[in-house]
């Protein structure tokens, strides 16, 4: 009886560390590029299936208190020079009376690749169905994008982007900074 309580015991110590291994911190680890770049993003967030075919990983970021919808965050690999991808992010936006927004940026380094984080708020330009599909688009006041475009220096640039209400990335704004400082280049 003994023996058996002793092995139960040992067993559960040993589910309970591959657990913290596969979610060090709480959070939830993933990998994009082939398993090249490892993250770990907040425990809140929910990883699901991606919605478009380009994305590698998706996560629903849940609404903060008075926010309808939740927020998004995709992570891919993708061509492109890192000005023309914030270009594009800044078109998925309008600022008051139509206008362009102007982003905040910070660069940084983590794990040894170069990554520039970009904020912006505004008219979100929601296109459901994605980018190509054609669909209307659905204008989303008050919404907010934290977007980090990681360049490796053999692997090409991967794109973190989360965005939703503001209130709700507002919230989540530090889970972004330390999924991002989390990243590790294998």
Same mark, same amino acid.
């Given at each position: ?37 490892? $993250? =770990? +993003? ?6 699901? *299936? ?8 998706? !996560? /629903?970021? &849940? ?9 998004? $965050? =995709? +992570? ?6 890192? *000005? ?8 998925? !936006? /309008?600022? &008051? ?10 660069? =940084? ?78």
């Amino acid at each position: 009886m003994r023996l058996t309580y002793l092995l139960a015991v040992c067993f559960s110590l040993v589910g309970l560390g591959v657990f913290a291994q596969d979610k060090p911190g709480g959070g939830n680890t993933f990998t994009i590029g082939e398993g090249k770049l490892a $993250l =770990t +993003a907040p425990a809140s967030w929910t990883k699901k *299936e991606p919605a478009s075919r380009i994305v590698e990983v998706e !996560f /629903a970021i &849940p609404p903060a208190k008075g926010d309808e919808a939740p927020g998004r $965050l =995709t +992570a891919m690999g993708a061509g492109g020079s890192v *000005e023309s991808n914030i270009d594009r992010w800044i078109g998925q !936006f /309008a600022g &008051p009376g139509g206008s362009s927004p102007k982003p905040q940026r910070d660069k =940084t380094n983590v794990s040894g690749a170069d990554v520039e984080i970009v904020d912006l708020s505004g008219t979100y330009k929601d296109s459901p169905g994605g980018p190509f599909a054609g669909g209307k688009t659905v204008m989303r006041d008050n919404y907010r994008m934290l977007g980090a475009i990681i360049q490796t220096k053999d692997r090409g640039n991967y794109f973190l982007k989360l965005y939703g209400p503001k209130t709700t990335i507002d919230e989540n704004e530090k889970g972004f900074q330390e999924m991002v400082k989390s990243l590790k280049v294998k």
